[in-house]
């Protein structure tokens, strides 16, 4: 499927309007996060979602509706219980979504977002998306919707756009900054001269982070498999072998880049370098102790997200083993993830990618990995 932004950018560089309708807010078990977005264009192309289906019919006539007037609406949708034929979300949860029109207008601060994302560099959009009657002390503006819709674009150069207020724009870029180092988007709220309290206007942050990393290593057909899975999943997908002859773009399309080096070097001059955070996912599938345990030793010194090692149970007891007599520490090793992989019984290796990138998800969002008819509460936790 087509990305939301690279859409809308493309469609309007055309000169086409779109309606962008995004997540801005969400209770108890909402399917998507903050940040979930739907464009509709003009031609009624349809791309994204925001719900996975409850509520996207009724949205698709508000951003139509949207596209005609250019007025934003601000919408929240929840459970209803009440009459089977009203809109609302079945799985219990509720969401604010925000619905504008993105146009010619947006141009400077869409090409400057695209420019940040080929180049690697974190941006971010601050939206007006709601604004109070009242704001005191102090004068309320005689218009305060006429603030709704406004936009100040953040791409670590000086930022394009205003929100209406040079304090509000202060304030908002610099807690818009600290969302987008963390890698989430969210809402922001202030008085209408950049006042922290709760009560004025509401801004929703989309962060446009850098994609997380998944460093590959060994170049063998389940690391071509673990690759495309990672690529699926939205990771930049790097795979790393000191065997030149296997390691080649050929065998290994989906990943982003292909390393001939020899892995504990390769990943040491990542870390060093700033290039790998604690977002970044680790697979060791050499099973080969002259590669694995100078590799893990690097990997599990530092915080990262996952550490995955393929082996059998024999392989993982030698590799433990070694890595105590490294001086590897008790709570580093409980880190690592080995035999790598849920528990699915799978045997080629695409079926063992699934199993690895299972486990990577439950680890992202806490996950037990069990099946769900046998949990209780809610399905999607909050992050």
């Given at each position: 499927?087509?990305?939301?932004?690279?859409?809308?950018?493309?469609?309007?560089?055309?000169?086409?309007?779109?309606?962008?309708?995004?997540?801005?807010?969400?209770?108890?078990?909402?399917?998507?996060?903050?940040?979930?977005?739907m464009l509709v264009a003009a031609d009624g192309t349809v791309t994204g979602s925001v719900s996975g289906g409850c509520v996207e019919a009724d949205l698709y006539e508000r951003a139509r509706r949207v596209l005609d007037t250019g007025a934003p609406e601000l919408t929240r949708y929840g459970i209803s219980d009440d009459d089977a034929y009203a809109v609302g979300l079945t799985c219990g949860g509720v969401l604010d979504v925000f619905v504008e029109?993105?146009?010619?207008?947006?141009?400077?601060?869409?090409?400057?977002?695209?420019?940040?994302?080929?180049?690697?560099?974190?941006?971010?959009?601050?939206?007006?998306?709601?604004?109070?009657?009242?704001?005191?002390?102090?004068p309320v503006p005689a218009d305060p919707a006429g603030r709704l819709g406004r936009r100040l674009v953040l791409t670590g150069r000086q930022p394009t756009g205003s929100l209406g207020d040079d304090r509000l724009d202060a304030a908002?870029?610099?807690?818009?900054?600290?969302?987008?180092?963390?890698?989430?988007?969210?809402?922001?709220?202030?008085?209408?001269?950049?006042?922290?309290?709760?009560?004025?206007?509401?801004?929703?942050?989309?962060?446009?982070?850098?994609?997380?990393r998944m460093i590959v290593f060994g170049a063998i057909d389940f690391a071509a498999a673990v690759a495309r899975i990672g690529a699926f999943l939205g990771y930049r997908v790097t795979v790393c072998d000191a065997r030149p002859v296997f390691t080649t773009?050929?065998?290994?399309?989906?990943?982003?880049?292909?390393?001939?080096?020899?892995?504990?070097?390769?990943?040491?001059?990542?870390?060093?370098?700033?290039?790998?955070?604690?977002?970044?996912?680790?697979?060791?599938?050499t099973h080969d102790?002259?590669?694995?345990?100078?590799?893990?030793?690097?990997?599990?010194?530092?915080?990262?997200a996952y550490v995955g090692a393929m082996g059998s149970r024999r392989t993982h007891d030698?590799?433990?083993?070694?890595?105590?007599?490294?001086?590897?520490?008790?709570?580093?090793?409980?880190?690592?993830?080995?035999?790598?992989?849920?528990?699915?019984?799978?045997?080629?290796?695409?079926?063992?990618?699934?199993?690895?990138?299972?486990?990577?998800?439950?680890?992202?969002?806490?996950?037990?990995?069990?099946?769900?008819?046998a949990l209780d509460g809610p399905i999607h936790q909050l992050g």
């Open positions: 499927m087509p990305d939301v932004f690279d859409e809308a950018h493309r469609r309007c560089r055309g000169g086409e309007p779109v309606a962008l309708a995004t997540v801005v807010a969400t209770w108890r078990s909402a399917p998507q996060p903050p940040g979930a977005t029109r993105v146009d010619a207008h947006a141009l400077p601060g869409l090409d400057a977002i695209a420019a940040a994302r080929r180049d690697g560099r974190p941006a971010a959009v601050v939206t007006c998306v709601a604004a109070d009657a009242g704001d005191p002390p102090g908002a870029s610099a807690d818009a900054l600290g969302l987008l180092a963390a890698g989430h988007s969210g809402m922001l709220r202030y008085g209408y001269h950049g006042q922290r309290r709760g009560c004025g206007v509401s801004l929703f942050v989309t962060a446009y982070a850098t994609p997380p773009t050929r065998r290994f399309p989906e990943a982003d880049e292909v390393v001939v080096q020899w892995p504990h070097r390769y990943l040491r001059t990542e870390v060093d370098a700033g290039r790998v955070d604690e977002r970044t996912v680790v697979c060791v599938l102790p002259r590669f694995d345990v100078p590799l893990l030793e690097v990997a599990l010194r530092h915080p990262l030698e590799r433990l083993k070694l890595l105590r007599e490294a001086g590897v520490s008790p709570a580093q090793l409980a880190r690592l993830a080995s035999p790598i992989g849920l528990d699915l019984g799978g045997r080629t290796p695409e079926e063992t990618a699934v199993s690895v990138a299972a486990q990577i998800v439950a680890a992202r969002w806490g996950g037990t990995g069990r099946p769900l008819v």
